[in-house]
């Protein structure tokens, strides 16, 4: 079920508000940041994708992302600030690159895009994924 869609369009925006979500544990390596992820839609959900960009940022770090509204992330252990961070916010602790936000206010406001990869539970060889040429950019 892992298809690869070399697509070039841009993140996805907000989700409808009656859209179906599921919420998902996620931490860093070492567990010093802890927070809980809900995604619209479910991962398991048939339409649900997987960003996976080809620039050097995100090959290097690992990425497979989501996009989800910043108030769809809580934090139980941590918090957004205390993330070293230069657009990409990682654990000083082990180095775990969790999430992006746009510094930019007029790109992609009020969005965060979540590490997938640091997410509990969560099957990723079986989920769909999206190609995205950031290199070019």
């Known amino acids: 079920m892992s298809d690869t869609d070399k697509s070039n369009s841009g993140p996805p925006g907000a989700p409808p508000a009656d859209a ?6 996620a931490s860093c390596h070492c567990g010093a940041f802890k927070y809980s992820v809900t995604a ?5 959900d048939p339409s649900a994708v997987l960003v996976e960009c080809n620039c050097s940022i995100c090959v290097s770090n690992g990425y497979l992302l989501i996009y989800v509204p910043n108030e769809c992330i809580v934090f139980s252990s941590g918090s957004i600030e205390q ?28 969005m965060t895009c979540i590490n997938a990869r640091m997410l509990q539970g969560v099957e990723l060889e079986k989920l769909k994924r999206k190609s995205v040429d950031g290199k070019s950019f």
């Open 20 to 25: 179906p979500t599921k919420t998902y544990d």
């Open 40 to 44: 619209s839609p479910p991962l398991d």
């Open 83 to 110: 993330f070293k961070r230069m657009g990409h916010h990682f654990c000083g602790t082990c180095g775990a690159s969790c999430m992006i936000r746009s510094k930019d206010p007029n790109f992609f406001t009020g």
